[in-house]
């Protein structure tokens, strides 16, 4: 899963995600459903090849969507592992990037499935932070 890829499934449009620009993300991100993709700035070795793809997720069925998904990321309750490790993320990493698309909840569990599947052929594994491929 490249850039290109990515750009003709709709995730053109890539904005900071770190601490300090949390306002600004979370001011432009909608609270409806879609699939967002985190990337680092700069690429990394995987089983084949490199990728910058960080995470995938869908906030299919989330209360109030990609905003309510995001959100959490950094202020993860006690029970949300994912949350934690992509705060931990956040706390260590020198610039992310995240993208969304706007979709029906079937159409983003539907198009995260396809993501993660491309990248799994790609790279013979997942992307670094989703610990399994969707159901």
Known sequence: MFNHD????????????????????LNNIPDRDGVYIIRSAEPFGRYR????????????????????????????????????????????????????????AMEARNLEKAIIKQYVEDHLELPPYNRSEPR
């Open 49 to 104: 090849g490199q990728s910058d793809i960080v995470y995938v997720g869908s906030s299919a069925g989330a209360t109030r969507g990609l905003k309510g998904r995001i959100t959490f990321f950094f202020r993860p309750g006690p029970s949300q592992y994912t949350s934690k490790r992509i705060k931990a993320l956040l706390d260590l990493a020198e610039r992310l990037e995240i993208s969304f698309r706007i979709c029906t």
């Open 6 to 25: 990515l750009r003709r499934l709709g995730f053109d449009m890539w904005l900071p995600f770190t601490a300090e620009a949390r306002a600004h993300l």
